[in-house]
């Protein structure tokens, strides 16, 4: 048999075979079990003695020369096929976009937040969700017959009855003074559980930012310029600020503080109940008692701290009237931020 005849006879082949499936076929013709080339090898035993070795190599080089010429054909195949019109897919379709999240909008406003105290030096700290009571309530100067301390009020743990869902952020300011001396800013985001009935402006889980300060000489004025400063930051800087002289335990004297009305700019409308104010955040001057507690000498050191709820934040800084808005995940709302 020619060699040379059959390697233009290849070569003719491969020429016209113009898919991958007509070059699959021509792949079995040649280099299959039965073959050609399998037949050409088979045929080897069958010659003269002094033929069989240089016929067997000519065999090797043709079967060589063959598959390289199949390896090149299929690789300008392929590279056809990515020319509109050869694919087997039309490349030109347009593809699947994958979905692109967004920040959810309480982790935003947490962002926002923690941002603007980091850059007064303040630093952002978190605590566990899961609390003891003392560092909830005891350590915060919250009576033992204090209503928040009832089990219709807070989600104690079943079986281990010192442990509780901490039922606001403020626990962590125990927690870090027994760690840290004075001086201390700190904010911390997180979230926090009360049984209340889920209704447009309640839910059993919610998120809370509390932020703290403690050195010597800290004044009340000082908690005032930094709560404007960060109220303006947040909202807009034409809002204007009140504090209302309030109860808390933890804090004497206590405060809550409001903010003009972000859409009837104090006047009075139905968002603000005709008020023109609404109310943002609880603050004031850290009791000496929970200094006591975390063995800081309250005559040395004096601090503030504030606490406020970040669904309020945003519901307000949005527009939004449903606080359960932020956790059906519909993602048709989600998608606005
Ligand atoms: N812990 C309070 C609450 O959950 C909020 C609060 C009020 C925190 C006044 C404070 C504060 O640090 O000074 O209602």
Known sequence: MDINLIQAQIEAD????????????????????KGLIAELTGSIPALAAEQR?????????????????????????AGDSLKPGNA?????????????????????????ISTVFNHMGFCVLEGPEVETEHNNFTGLN?????????????????????????????????RTMKKHKPPLAIVVPG???????????????????EGFLVDENVRFSDLKGILSFFLKSVFS??????????????????????????????????ACGR????????????????????????KKYTGFAF???????????????DIRLFFENDLRFLKQF
């Open 14 to 33: 491969l020429s016209n075979a113009n898919s991958p499936q007509a070059l699959e076929e021509l792949r079995i013709k040649y280099l299959g079990r």
């Open 88 to 112: 087997d897919v039309d490349i030109g379709m347009p593809g699947i976009a994958p979905e692109l999240g967004t920040v959810h909008p309480i982790t935003r406003i947490i962002g926002e």
């Open 307 to 321: 606490g406020m709820g970040i669904e309020r934040i945003a519901m307000l800084k949005y527009g939004i009237n």
């Open 191 to 209: 979230r926090v559980y009360r049984p209340d009935a889920v209704d447009a402006s309640h839910l059993f889980m919610f998120h809370q930012i």
């Open 275 to 298: 008020k023109g104010w609404l109310e943002i955040l609880g603050a004031g001057m850290i009791h000496p008692n929970v200094f006591k507690q975390v063995d800081y000498d309250p």
């Open 142 to 174: 919250i009576p033992l017959e204090h209503p928040s301390r009832d089990a219709f009020d807070t989600f104690y743990l079943k079986n281990y009855t010192n442990f509780l869902l901490r039922s606001h952020t403020s626990p962590v300011q125990v």
């Open 53 to 77: 070795g240089s016929f067997g190599k000519e065999v090797n080089a043709l079967k060589n020369r063959l598959l390289n010429l199949l390896n090149e054909k299929e690789k300008s195949l």
């Open 237 to 270: 800087s034409d809002i204007k600020m009140r504090f209302r002289p309030h109860f808390f335990p933890f804090t004497e004297p206590s405060a809550e503080v409001d903010i003009s009305c972000l859409i009837c700019k104090g006047k009075g409308c139905s």
